[in-house]
């Protein structure tokens, strides 16, 4: 099976190697530079679900992929504060994608100030931790959680919850 992946960033494409390899699924998997179609910092879960979508539905109109696979990390504001979130989709020609979502964490003030100020997250965070490329490795999530769950795992369990709703046929006809 081929499943393309729209993202070249390294912990999406480990997240989605290592799933596919725990379940014991042969797969290739290619990067897809696609575009998400919602801004450089999703700011609810329905634009961060949106550009999912749009990553997954760009894969599969844009090779040759049995299966594709969008992944996106936003934020979303709720009474207690701003909270990282994370969505997926699985998408299939002839068929609705697939979406499930991860987990959340409240960010701190001090974050979450400046990217309601219009910031993104990835150069927030390298700031914050005085290292760069933190959007690729550990992510907002590693950092916030003493590495205890990373970006890659994080996403992983995303692409998990997909294969499970792909293995029994979870679809909406479009």
């Given amino acids: 099976m081929i499943v393309a992946v729209g993202s070249q960033n390294k912990a999406k494409l480990k997240a989605v190697q290592r799933a596919f390899q725990e379940l014991e699924i042969e797969a290739e998997i290619v990067p897809v530079d696609a575009p998400s179609h919602v801004s450089a910092m999703p700011f609810s879960d329905e634009e961060t679900i949106h550009g999912a979508i749009h990553r997954a539905e760009f894969c599969l109109e844009n090779s040759k992929a049995d299966v594709a696979i969008g992944l996106e990390g936003g934020v979303t504001e709720a009474t207690f504060g701003l909270f990282l979130c994370n969505w997926g989709a699985l998408a299939e020609k002839g068929k609705k994608p697939l979406l499930a979502g991860g987990a959340r964490i409240l960010l701190p003030e001090e974050i979450a100030g400046r990217l309601r100020m219009g910031e993104e997250l990835g150069p927030v965070m390298d700031d914050y ?17 003493n590495g205890r769950i990373e970006r890659a795992e994080m996403f992983k369990h995303i692409i998990k919850l997909l294969i499970g709703q792909r293995e029994k046929k979870h679809y909406v006809k479009k």
Avoid: Y
């Avoid at 931790?129 to 959680?145: C, H, L, M, P, Y």
């Fill in 129 to 145: 931790s005085k290292r760069s490329g933190i959007s690729s490795n550990e992510g907002a999530i590693g950092i916030f959680t």
